[in-house]
Nanobody, 124 residues
Framework: QVQVVESGGGLVQPGGSLRLSCAAS????????MGWYRQPPGKQREWVAT???????NYADSVKGRFTVSGDNAKNIVYLQMDSLKPEDTAVYYC??????????????????WGQGTQVTVSS
C-alpha cells in the first residue's frame, strides 16, 4: 500500500556531485521520517542520513560535511545531495520512509518502508 522509489543514481568521478531523490506514495497519512541507507559491494547496509518530519537532520560520520539531506514534507519527497564524492561512496543507495500507523485515531507506531535502491558509482 506504500511505495518508495529512489532515483538519481549514476556514475560520477571522484570529487563530483550527485543528487538522489526519493518519493513515497500510496496509503500515507503521516510520515515520521525519511532517510537514506547504502550498501557497498560485499558489505552490509549502513545508515547514511535521516530527516524527520520536523526537518531535523542527522548524518553518519562518513558523510558529514559532504552530504545534505532535505525534503518536501507536503509531497513526501526526500533528497540526498552528495558532494565531494569518494570511491568509497560507491554503493546501492536505499531510501526509507517511516510511516505512522494509527488505531482509533491514535498513533501506535511506525512502519518502515524501503525503496528498491539506486546505484551510485564513484570512479575515474
Amino acid at each position: 500500500q506504500v511505495q518508495v522509489v529512489e532515483s538519481g543514481g549514476g556514475l560520477v568521478q571522484p570529487g563530483g556531485s550527485l543528487r538522489l531523490s526519493c518519493a513515497a506514495s500510496g496509503s500515507i497519512f503521516s510520515v515520521s521520517a525519511m532517510g537514506w541507507y547504502r550498501q557497498p559491494p560485499g558489505k552490509q547496509r549502513e545508515w547514511v542520513a535521516t530527516i524527520t518530519s520536523g526537518t531535523t537532520t542527522n548524518y553518519a560520520d562518513s558523510v558529514k560535511g559532504r552530504f545534505t539531506v532535505s525534503g518536501d514534507n507536503a509531497k513526501n519527497i526526500v533528497y540526498l545531495q552528495m558532494d565531494s564524492l569518494k570511491p568509497e561512496d560507491t554503493a546501492v543507495y536505499y531510501c526509507n520512509a517511516d510511516i505512522r500507523t494509527y488505531s482509533s485515531s491514535r498513533w501506535t507506531g511506525d512502519i518502515k518502508y524501503w525503496g528498491q535502491g539506486t546505484q551510485v558509482t564513484v570512479s575515474s
